[in-house]
């Protein structure tokens, strides 16, 4: 039977990804969980070969752009990130007694987690990412235009380099929480 959906096809590609919390619940309100995912990011920068070129956290939801360092591989940044961000997040949600939404939260979470053989006891991200492999320049300026424009849609901000938690700064020269490669530089 032929796989669905999007895939990876060359892992040394550089790709747009989403990673989208189940049923869109907005986890990413809370600072705490914003920044497990920038602490994610920067460990697979340093130990996974993560070249991190673009990226924006919503409330519900991550944009990236990313490639791999040869020897490593898109799937394998996927996997890995989205295993430990799902662990320490939960891990804070059940023991941190600071998260209101914990009850509520960890159902969702437990329903999600029984309609795939694949999980445990909790889901936290959707399984799919759809990644979309980025291959002209028009088509990555678009990605990064949209993933930067993402919080001004939302109307969290008015200038896209203002919120904190999106590569727009680092393109725009300014203070940044996480280094990313410009794909200006690069193309």
């Not at 399984?127 to 492999?133: G, I, K, Q």
Request: aromatic share 12%; charged share 25%; net charge negative.
């Amino acid at each position: 039977m032929a796989r669905k959906g999007y895939i990876i096809g060359d892992q040394q590609s550089m790709y747009y990804l989403t990673f989208t919390v189940v049923g869109w619940i907005d986890i990413f309100t809370r600072q705490c969980y914003r920044d497990i995912v920038i602490e994610s990011l920067k460990f697979c920068q340093q130990n996974k070969g993560l070249h991190l070129h673009a990226y924006v956290i919503m409330s519900n939801h991550v944009h990236l752009i990313v490639s791999v360092d040869e020897g490593f591989t898109v799937s394998g940044f996927i996997r890995d990130c989205k295993k430990h961000t799902s662990k320490r997040i939960l891990d804070d949600i059940e023991n941190s007694g600071v998260e209101s939404r914990r009850e509520w939260m960890l159902h969702q979470f437990k329903y999600y987690a029984s309609r795939h053989q694949r999980n445990d006891t909790y889901q936290l991200w959707e399984h799919d990412n759809h990644p979309v492999e980025l291959i002209s320049r028009e088509f990555i300026q678009q990605r990064i235009d949209y993933i930067h424009q993402n919080p001004v849609v939302a109307g969290l901000v008015y200038r896209a380099e203002d919120y904190i938690y999106s590569s727009a700064s680092n393109y725009a020269g300014l203070d940044q929480i996480i280094e990313v490669d410009c794909l200006f530089d690069i193309l």
